[in-house]
């Protein structure tokens, strides 16, 4: 029987792009968001006449700036994916969206369409360190988004933080922590800013202008992170995200444990079978109709991503669940890389698990080179 699939769609308009964003995501074209909201309907029902009506447990409204669509707008998505997919009564339906953006109308609207899960681009509890990002809203917008949820039932809340910010010491991103702990949100993510080519600060990046912390105070800024959190009951699941018990993030779980998804929109990809897609990043390439970029994913490829996706997970890779999709023990898929980063302290094995050490987290690079499919079987 097949296990249910994972649903995501991507809405990429927002009201102003940020400093650090290389995402697929486009300001000052709002006016296209009634074509935009055709391609994906219509999407979705091509895709959903070639797998049928598959069960899914997971739907994610991704962005972009999500909460910039009208309710009506969002309501045609829902419509099309009910009509194309089984998604389940359990099943988690999470949408991102920007502090500032929020009405207690909106929100009444989308529990409506049945979103049981809200993720705010929080970022920072600074002022300073928001205008830096390019963040077109103030931590008081955060804490009235967080009220407005609430007020409408939605009590499953994730708040998206930053680290290794410019300038940033501990004691600042301790403050933010804190202001975001006051909330008392389900879910966290502390994601370390990362300088990508083509955003404004890879270009001031590469003209000496930011103030970045080195790779020791990164890491260092990383741990204390992860103890402050857990002090505060909030448990590492995976590299980035902390959550209450019970409130773990399913999309992401699922894709981490390599499930299949289903993605619509543009610069929306997935897996299905063994077969990758992606559609174009450009929106208009999209909206004229671009088809996506399919890749037939060979044996070797599947298991270097299960093992690569599955590390990232405090609990690491279930070798049962590697030996369900791949076909064979993770030690005949991998026997020189497997023995050699046991050997080194990077990785264990516990309870059937294969995991990152304390010392894997900061060396995952390291890891995942050696896993890479130049060994093993090829099929």
């Excluded at 972009?64 to 997919?85: C, E, K, N, V």
């Excluded at 995991?355 to 060396?363: C, H, M, P, Q, S």
């Amino acid at each position: 029987m097949r296990a249910p699939v994972g649903l995501y769609v991507h809405l990429p308009f927002c009201a102003a792009k940020c400093a650090y964003c290389d995402f697929s995501s486009f300001a000052g074209l709002l006016h296209l968001r009634a074509a935009y909201i055709q391609a994906v309907v219509a999407e979705i029902a091509r895709r959903g006449a070639v797998t049928g009506m598959l069960a899914a447990d997971s739907l994610f409204l991704g962005g972009g700036t999500p909460s910039l669509m009208a309710a009506d707008q969002l309501a045609q998505i829902f419509r099309q994916l009910r009509a194309s997919y089984r998604i389940l009564p359990d099943a988690e339906i999470t949408c991102e969206a920007n502090p500032g953006t929020l009405s207690s109308q909106w929100l009444e609207d989308m529990v409506a369409l049945g979103v049981n899960r809200l993720s705010l681009g929080a970022q920072s509890a600074h002022e300073g360190e928001l205008r830096e990002l390019g963040r077109p809203h103030s931590w008081a917008q955060v804490e009235a988004a967080v009220r407005l949820a609430r007020a409408q039932g939605l009590s499953n809340l994730n708040l998206d933080l930053m680290s290794a910010l410019p300038g940033q010491t501990w004691d600042r991103l301790r403050h933010s922590l804190d202001s975001a702990l006051a909330l008392r949100p389900t879910h966290l993510s502390v994601y370390s800013l990362i300088i990508e080519p083509g955003t404004p600060f890879f270009e001031r990046h590469q003209a000496g202008q930011l103030n970045l912390p080195d790779e020791e105070e990164e890491r260092q800024l990383y741990w204390n992170t992860v103890a402050h959190l857990e002090r505060a009951g909030y448990r590492q699941y995976e590299i980035s995200n902390f959550c209450l018990p019970g409130f773990e993030c399913r999309h992401n779980l699922n894709c981490w444990r390599y499930h299949e998804l289903l993605g619509f929109g543009s610069s929306a990809g997935g897996m299905w079978g063994h077969e990758r897609r992606k559609n174009p990043d450009s929106l208009q390439d999209y909206l004229a109709g671009q088809p996506p970029q399919l890749e037939r994913l060979s044996p070797r490829d599947r298991r270097f991503e299960q093992v690569m996706l599955a590390l990232r997970l405090k609990e690491g890779l279930s070798l049962r669940a590697f030996e369900q999709a791949q076909g064979l023990p993770l030690e005949k898929a991998f026997p020189g890389a497997l023995a050699r980063q046991l050997a080194g302290g990077l990785v264990e094995l516990r309870d059937h698990h294969l995991r990152l050490t304390r010392a894997g987290f900061d060396l995952m690079d390291r890891v995942l080179l050696d896993f890479l499919p130049d060994e093993g079987p090829p099929a």
